[in-house]
Each structure stands twice: as C-alpha cells, then as structure tokens.
C-alpha cells in the first residue's frame, strides 16, 4: 500500500521560509518523478515542482526562484524548501508522484502565510 505523509506546514510571516517534508513508500518513491502539489480553498490542486529519479528538477512559475524541490533516496523523503512566501502561497500542500492521476492522496500539510 501505497503511503504518504507530509510534514512541515504551519503559520508563516509573508517573506518568511518553510521547509516541507514528505515520507513515501520505497514503492513508488524508487521509481516515479515525485511532485509537490497544492490546492488553495475552491481551488484545484496543481503541482508546484517536481524531481526525477536523475535528481532533474521543474517548477510552476509562480515559485520558480522561490521553491526548491530535493529528494533523499536513502530515507524515501522528498523536501520542498520554500522562500520568500507569499499570502498566495496559503493551501494545503501535498506530495505525489507524477503524473498522479488515480493515486491515493496523503493527509497533506497546512501552509498559511499571513502577517
């Protein structure tokens, strides 16, 4: 079974950095591109970045320069370092692989950015 779990989300001051982590399971971690994904109230979710297994990395514009998506293949985690936030940044983020059409779905992780 398939298994994800996001951690990292909180309350952040616009400008301000976050680090997200997302435990998957050897299953799909060893073998898929992974992606962060966030969806915002009345929004849909849209992948944000995204890392090969060859560690190739991409970004949505609205966070390249911003975001920076990493992966430890020795602990199956990937990692989404985010700086510079913005109040548009607020959602839940959660982490899949890609493409994630008809993949289960993590709890995901809150991600408020408010002064």
């Known amino acids: 079974q398939v298994q994800l779990v996001e951690s990292g989300g909180g309350l952040v001051q616009p400008g301000g950095p976050l680090r997200l982590s997302c435990a998957a399971s050897?299953?799909?971690?060893?073998?898929?591109?992974m992606g962060w994904y966030r969806q915002a109230p009345g929004k849909q979710r849209d992948r944000v970045a995204a890392?090969?297994?060859?560690?190739?990395?991409d970004y949505a514009d609205s966070v390249k320069g911003r975001f920076t998506i990493s992966r430890d293949d020795a602990k199956n985690t990937v990692y989404l370092q985010m700086n510079s936030l913005k109040p548009e940044d607020t959602a839940v983020y959660y982490c899949?692989?890609?493409?994630?059409?008809?993949?289960?779905w993590g709890q995901g992780t809150q991600v408020t950015v408010s002064s």
């Open positions: 899949n692989k890609v493409p994630a059409a008809g993949a289960s």
């Open positions: 050897r299953s799909i971690f060893s073998i898929y591109t």
């Open positions: 890392i090969t297994t060859g560690g190739i990395t």
